[in-house]
């Protein structure tokens, strides 16, 4: 049996005397452990076939116990070791028959939901790039000069950070802006691109910022691993959105 947190007042006693719950105080049981979780998760764990809540006659939905702790295992078996919603139904219907099941190792800080690695999401090197790069490096890395870079922080498509060095992502961000240059795409035109990312970081940042201030230590140290997860779904999206205005697909 796995622990079900409490949440507010009501909620914790409905659980106790097994009276059936809305999906709002599921929500705050839940959201003790998972204060990422929210009702369109709820309800698409029930789309999926991971729960089967009961239902009014006017059609509300109303959770038992049981379900409040089924929804907290598959929650975990998400934000623990990464499994694919169809593993975790597997894994459920052989607990209910009684059988053992043997979960993997904890995911690993950037594994996907799908067992992917990010890097593999990503196209990345197997090798990681150094953390900070100096400015003179950049410039040799990426074959410009010092006033072109100069212009590129202009428009916000670079930026030093305060000890004067750069990411290692400058790298790859100088020698795109490069080679989409010889197209005669300039710095200025990629405005809107750093415009669009910027609030793209947002949006993640936004999801992850409860798990880095949540009193629990092993969700915090989830946060990290969320946000490489998320960035890599939200690049893929991009270029998914960029082929379909464009009526092209890249290889």
Sequence with gaps: MLHTPSGGADSGTAAADGRLMSIGTVLNVLREEFPEVTISKIRFL?????????RTPSGYRKFSARDVERLGQVLRMQRDHYLPLKV???????LERGDEVRLPPLGRPGETAEGELLGDLL??????????????ELLTAAGIGAEQLQEWESYGLLAPLPDGTYDAEAITV???VVELGRHGIEPRHLRAVKAAADREAGLVDQVVAPLRRHRNPQTRAHAEARTKELAGLAVKLHAALVQSALGVRLP
């Design 88 to 94: 975790i139904r597997e894994h459920l219907d052989a």
């Design 123 to 136: 196209g990345e090197p197997d090798c990681p790039a150094p953390a900070r790069i100096g400015r003179e």
């Design 46 to 54: 029930e789309s999926e076939g991971l729960i089967e809540p009961q």
């Design 174 to 176: 100088a020698t795109l």
